[in-house]
């Protein structure tokens, strides 16, 4: 399954918010088996949320979106994600029954628009907020508020997999440029892929859905590069 994940939020694009949700999401949808094709940061604009909600919901099998969801002024995710669908906002009945009867508030302690999710789209409860969330076709509407949106993606969580990758690192004290060779020699021996990411030292993450493969692999490196610990 390819996934892409939206950010929606002008404070994670002015740099006053880091995009945790996002790095969360990845690793656990890897962890899953499933391949995480997108990471996107949009602003809190009605047209730009649907444009790019539109064009990943066509590309890829399913699509999360966090952040932008409440009663206040700049939470339009809502409205952006029903737009993408060529649908408007409505009460919806599901969500009243949940914020009354489980969240004991009553109509009047609501804001205007809290129970309001996009036509066709089934309401996901919030476990550890009021703010709800949905799911429209392939798109899940998330929380950004971070606890909100763990506790929320677990209710769906078994819906995004796919074969599981394995994954081992091999730590080089070699520049990077001299490694290229072995990293072609490895990948063409064990059909395994190989990421290299350089700083203190170069990383390289060896992933399959083989298990064997990434095992066999990493120890043919681990012999063939010069180790940091050494």
Request: proline fraction near 5%; hydrophobic fraction near 40%; charged fraction near 25%.
């Amino acid at each position: 399954m390819r996934v892409a994940l939206i950010a929606v939020g002008d404070e994670i694009l002015s740099g006053d918010t880091v995009n945790t949700n996002g790095s969360w999401l990845a690793e656990r949808l890897s962890a899953a088996g499933a391949t995480v094709a997108r990471i996107t940061v949009v602003p809190d604009d009605v047209s730009e949320v649907a444009r790019v909600v539109n064009e990943y919901r066509a590309a890829y099998e399913a699509v999360i979106v966090t952040g932008g969801l409440g009663p206040t002024h700049d939470d339009m995710t809502m409205e952006a994600v029903a737009a993408a669908f060529g649908t408007e906002l409505a009460a919806d009945q599901e969500v009243e029954r949940w914020l009354t009867e489980g969240g004991g508030y009553s109509g009047d302690d609501l804001a205007p628009g809290t129970t309001h999710i996009p036509e066709r789209a089934k309401m996901l409860r919030n476990p550890e907020g009021v703010a709800p969330g949905c799911v429209i076709e392939n798109v899940y509407v998330l929380p950004g508020v971070p606890r909100e949106m763990r506790a929320m993606f677990e209710l769906v969580a078994d819906q995004f997999g796919g074969r599981q990758q394995h994954r081992a690192v091999v730590k080089a004290a070699e520049p990077e440029s001299q490694l290229l060779d072995r990293i072609r020699d490895v990948q063409e021996q064990f059909g395994v892929k190989v990421g290299s990411y350089p700083g203190e030292y170069v990383r390289l993450r060896i992933q399959s859905t083989d298990e064997e493969a990434v095992e066999a692999a990493a120890a043919w490196l681990e012999q063939r590069v010069e180790s940091p610990d050494d």
